[in-house]
Structure formats: C-alpha cells, structure tokens
C-alpha cells in the first residue's frame, strides 16, 4: 500500500508555482489576483476562504477577500459579481458556497465571468471540460487527476467508480475520468443515494474515488484488494478527545480499507491540499490568459 501523500505534493506544486509568479514579477507581467466572496461566517467555509487566501500569499499572488452580511440581497452580491468581471485587474474570482438559502448559487455562478470562473462551476467552463475543450475544471476533480498523474497510476481501461454526484466533485470527477486522454479511459460508474447492490460496484472498482460526504462509509468489504482508493470527504464527527472538540474524517474507513488498497489517500493530508493547489494553478492561467 502507497500512500497518496497530499501534503508531500502540494507543497511541491506551490513551489512550482511560486517560482512561475516569480518569473512573472521579474519580468514585469502581470500578478495574478484572486478574488473570494464569502457570505457570512459559517465555520468550514470560513477557514476554506482563509486558508485560500493564505496559500495565495504563500505563491506570491495578490487577493482579496470581499465579505458579505448572510442578509445580503442577491441583487447586492450580483452587484458585487459584476464588479469583479469588470475590474482587469482581477483574474479569478470564486463565491465560497454554500450560500444562504434566499440566493440562488445557479444564477451568481452563471454571472461570474466564466474567464475568470476559476472554481469552473459556471456552465460554459463545465460544458467546455466535458467536450474536452480548454476550462476551468473544479479544483477538487483537478487535483485529484494531479495525484494519480504524479503518481504515474495507470487509468487506460480500468473501471473508476464514483460514489456521489455532486456537481463540484462526482459528476465533474465522472466526466473526466471517462475522457480519451491521460488521466482517463476508464470506463466510468456514476453511483450515488439511490444506487442499488453499492457495495458490489464499489468491489469491482479498479479506481474507487468516494465522495459522498458520509463519514467512514466506504468499509473494506466493499473494496477490491489492490484497488486504488481515493477519499474526498472531510467531515467534522464530534470527538471529545479533540480540543476542537471534533476529528475531521474522510468517507473512507481508512485503517481498514488501507491494508488493502495499492494506493490510498489520507484525510486529512489527501485530496483537500489538492484543491487548493488547483486553484492557485487556475489562477496563474487566468492571469497568463491560457484558457480563453
Ligand atoms: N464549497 C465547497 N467547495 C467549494 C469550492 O471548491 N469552491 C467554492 N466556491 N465553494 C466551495
């Protein structure tokens, strides 16, 4: 068993791109700017933002971090939304969701520039990955193709089965691993809540990437012995041993699907570093202009 060291590969890929916003600055292009709106103050979204803005300054790129009352209109966050698409010098733009229930995300997402959608959740961006075309791609998909790539895992012709299909990370994750490229040609189940013989799927899985959001789901009975395991859940479970008073887990019952896996991601330490490499790496494109 390998593990699929989170931690390891993105402090590698951040110094990658702090050398590339290095070369930038001293040749005088442009620093690229990330740009987060965050409405309220609810607990996880609140240290995602933070930590995002953080590791913007850690690679040497500007942010700015525009806060919201959570009784904002959506008129005023639309507003805001539209500013940003309007300011050249900021290149990537991304709204923290989940947002309050009197907004509707499907409309702020779609009015975010999507050459500065650099979450890649506004249509176009998701239309252009699905048909192969150069976009945004959701970090968390992305950074999950990024370490099975530096892992050099081998995809042609296995089955990955994806458990959940959210559109931030199943359904993206689907598309992407059923593509005529590397990673992808795997042929690819999408299952979710209401699959029927799960477990029997999740068996036959070469590649089994869950992300369900269901805390130690995934047992070792449902994994295939040599299967590659990739974990994308981060759920708070109350822990009083914890000084916060919760363990953070992941949808994988680690310590005993990991005797069986080739490879497996941990949580934390796994695909959650990922995402926010992703993003940065987005960012840089959105800034060079490589994608439109
Ligand atoms: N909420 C959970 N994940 C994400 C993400 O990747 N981007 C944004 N904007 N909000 C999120």
Do not use: W
Request: aromatic share 4%.
């Amino acid at each position: 068993m390998q593990l699929l060291d989170g931690k390891l590969l993105s402090a590698q890929i951040k110094l990658e791109i702090a050398a590339q916003v290095a070369q930038i600055r001293e040749t005088g292009g442009k620093i690229p700017h990330l740009v987060a709106i965050l409405v309220g103050t609810k607990g996880a979204s609140e240290t995602y933002v933070a930590s995002k803005m953080k590791s913007c300054e850690e690679v040497g790129m500007a942010s700015t971090l525009i806060r919201f009352e959570p009784d904002v209109s959506e008129d005023e966050l639309l507003a805001k939304v539209r500013e940003v698409n309007n300011n050249p010098d900021m290149d990537g733009l991304i709204v923290q969701l989940p947002l309050p229930d009197h907004i509707n995300p499907d409309r702020i997402m779609e009015t975010i520039d999507p050459a500065k959608g650099v979450d890649g959740f506004h249509p176009i961006n998701i239309g252009r990955m699905a048909k192969g075309l150069p976009a945004y791609v959701s970090a968390t998909p992305q950074g999950v193709l990024e370490m099975i790539k530096r892992y050099d895992i081998k995809t042609a012709g296995k089955h990955c089965v994806v458990v959940g299909r959210s559109q931030i990370v199943g359904l993206p994750m689907s598309i992407l691993m059923q593509r005529n490229t590397y990673p992808g040609n795997c042929t690819v189940t999408l299952t979710h809540s209401r699959t029927q013989h799960l477990a029997d799927i999740c068996r036959s899985a070469d590649i089994l990437i869950a992300a369900l959001g269901r805390p130690e789901f995934i047992t070792a009975d449902m994994v295939k012995d040599g299967a590659v395991v990739i974990d994308v859940g981060l759920e708070r479970v109350p822990d009083a041993s914890k000084k916060s008073g919760f363990a953070l887990k992941g949808d994988v019952k680690f310590d005993e699907v990991a005797p069986k896996a080739s490879f497996i991601t941990p949580v934390p330490g796994g695909v959650g570093l990922m995402t926010i490499c992703s993003l940065m790496q987005n960012t840089l494109k959105a800034a060079r202009g490589e994608v439109y």
